[in-house]
């Protein structure tokens, strides 16, 4: 089973689309977890930390699921702008490594 | 907003030359990283180094690599024989304190012909 785990993609919503991504990682022990946005052939940006009781930053929330190690994405009202991969990413231990998942790639559409 | 740069942008070498990839961290961060993504593939982690000494490393971190902080800002990654495979965007990181405060840099596109 793969770390992180993550669908690829292409998902093509419409402007103002509601869209959600999803992730699953294998090692139960994992201490903290992320979603990073890459835009093509760019390095990845820190998007927003993920914690257990979920986070919300401005259109974007994110949820965490210890019990099933479940990680999920929500975007609103999507704009153009959002288009880019969306890496979901664990810290597995106690150090400060991180696991990258594949990336989900969005494309949004005027 | 303090950045991490990393020179080259490109560096084109042949199958078996030394290169040495270059990273400024940003100043007061304490830990610095190595990553790697192959084209079209996943960001995969290489080495972790902090107080002068590499923390953590992967599997794919082997003899054929090595770190060095040189002097107070630059942290350099040497691939001493290049293969084939090593062609890849080598990404430089930093963090002050753990891993919720990573800085990526821009990268450097190496290219093993």
């Known amino acids: 089973r793969k770390e992180v785990e993550q669908d690829p993609g292409p998902f093509n919503v419409p402007e103002g689309a509601t869209v959600a991504f999803n992730c699953t990682y294998s090692?139960?022990?994992?201490?903290?977890f992320f979603w990073y946005r890459q835009d093509c052939r760019k390095e990845p940006k820190l998007l927003m930390s993920?914690?257990?009781s979920g986070n919300e930053d401005g259109r974007f929330t994110a949820q965490l699921n210890r019990a099933s190690q479940y990680i999920s994405l929500l975007i609103r009202d999507s704009k153009l702008s959002d288009s880019a991969t969306y890496l979901c990413?664990?810290?597995?231990?106690?150090?400060?490594?991180?696991?990258f998942g594949g990336g989900t790639r969005l494309m949004v559409k005027p | 907003e303090p950045e991490v740069t990393q020179t080259p942008s490109h560096q084109v070498t042949q199958m078996g030359q030394e290169v040495i990839l270059r990273c400024v961290p940003i100043?007061?961060?304490?830990?610095f990283y190595w990553y790697r993504q192959i084209l079209g593939q996943k960001v995969e982690f290489l080495v972790s180094?902090?107080?002068?000494?590499?923390?953590?490393k992967s599997e794919i971190f082997d003899d054929q690599f090595s770190v060095e902080r040189p002097d107070g800002s630059n942290f350099t990654l040497k691939i001493r024989s290049t293969k084939l495979e090593d062609s890849a965007m080598y990404f430089c990181?930093?963090?002050?304190?753990?891993?919720?405060?990573?800085?990526f840099g821009s990268g450097t596109r190496l290219t093993v012909v």
């Open positions: 990413v664990v810290n597995p231990n106690a150090g400060n490594m991180l696991t």
């Open positions: 180094f902090y107080n002068n000494e590499i923390s953590e």
């Open positions: 993920v914690y257990s």
């Open positions: 100043s007061n961060h304490l830990y």
């Open positions: 090692n139960s022990a994992s201490q903290s």
């Open positions: 990181a930093s963090s002050y304190r753990d891993s919720h405060g990573y800085t």
